[in-house]
């Protein structure tokens, strides 16, 4: 069964640092989206991403973060400096078509910012 | 803007009891609602959603939820729990009617099966 991929599964960083998250989504999907979800809160929206370009964003996703979709497989969110507040589980989904409206969600990567 | 309010954060129930989790949602004309799970140290998974149509919708592993526009509710419900359905559950909807599939989430369940 296709599956959404993220890598790393853990990172660790240090504040003010850059890091890039990855996501293969679904290989015929093509609406992808990108939420986090801070230890004990609940899932958060931070954007999401067809035809190449950003279609919704929410207050969090900030001048900080981007999204990019470099090739035809990988969908990455940076964050250029990141913040102790930004340590958190961040989670890839994608989605097929927008009438099915089910989205997939990958293992997520855990952020720690030190 | 929706919001999703799930009033329970912690439910322990005995091994093979039935359970109930709650979630109600601010009101709109049309939205999609979905329950997704998070077993530990994983991802969310899809349980079931509400669409369109038949307001009960089921899962394969024996969970239901139904839609119930009048009191703006999708609780989730299963007749008799094993100790594998110990995870988190969240209650998520999107709101197509204004052109948005982002998902919002409530703050989640954690049901606790009790052998």
């Known amino acids: 069964e296709p599956e959404v991929t993220q890598t790393p599964s853990h990172q660790v960083t240090q504040m003010g640092q850059e890091v890039i998250l990855r996501c293969v989504p679904i290989?015929?999907?093509?609406?992808f989206y990108w939420y986090r979800q801070i230890l004990g809160q609940k899932v958060e929206f931070l954007v999401s991403?067809?035809?190449?370009?950003?279609?919704?964003k929410s207050e969090i996703f900030d001048d900080q973060f981007s999204v990019e979709r470099p090739d035809g497989s990988n969908f990455t969110l940076k964050i250029r400096s990141t913040k102790l507040e930004d340590s958190a589980m961040y989670f890839c989904?994608?989605?097929?078509?927008?009438?099915?409206?089910?989205?997939?969600f990958g293992p997520g990567t855990r952020l720690t910012v030190l | 803007a929706q919001s999703v309010t799930q009033l329970d954060s912690q439910v322990p129930v005995f091994e093979e009891a039935p359970v109930e989790l709650r979630c109600n949602y601010s009101?709109?004309?049309?939205?999609?609602l979905f329950w997704y799970v998070q077993y530990p140290n994983q991802g969310l998974q899809l349980l079931l959603k509400?669409?369109?149509?038949?307001?009960l919708v089921e899962s394969i592993n024996g969970f239901e939820a139904e839609f119930n526009k009048s009191q703006t509710s999708f609780h989730l419900r299963k007749p008799s729990v094993h100790i594998s359905d110990t995870a988190e559950y969240f209650c998520?909807?999107?709101?197509?009617?204004?052109?948005?599939?982002?998902?919002?989430f409530g703050k989640g369940t954690k049901l606790s099966v009790i052998p």
């Open positions: 991403f067809y035809n190449n370009e950003i279609s919704e």
């Open positions: 509400y669409l369109s149509g038949s307001t």
């Open positions: 009101s709109s004309v049309s939205v999609y």
């Open positions: 290989s015929n999907h093509l609406y």
């Open positions: 998520a909807v999107s709101d197509p009617g204004a052109g948005s599939y982002q998902l919002t």
């Open positions: 989904a994608s989605m097929a078509v927008r009438g099915y409206n089910e989205q997939f």
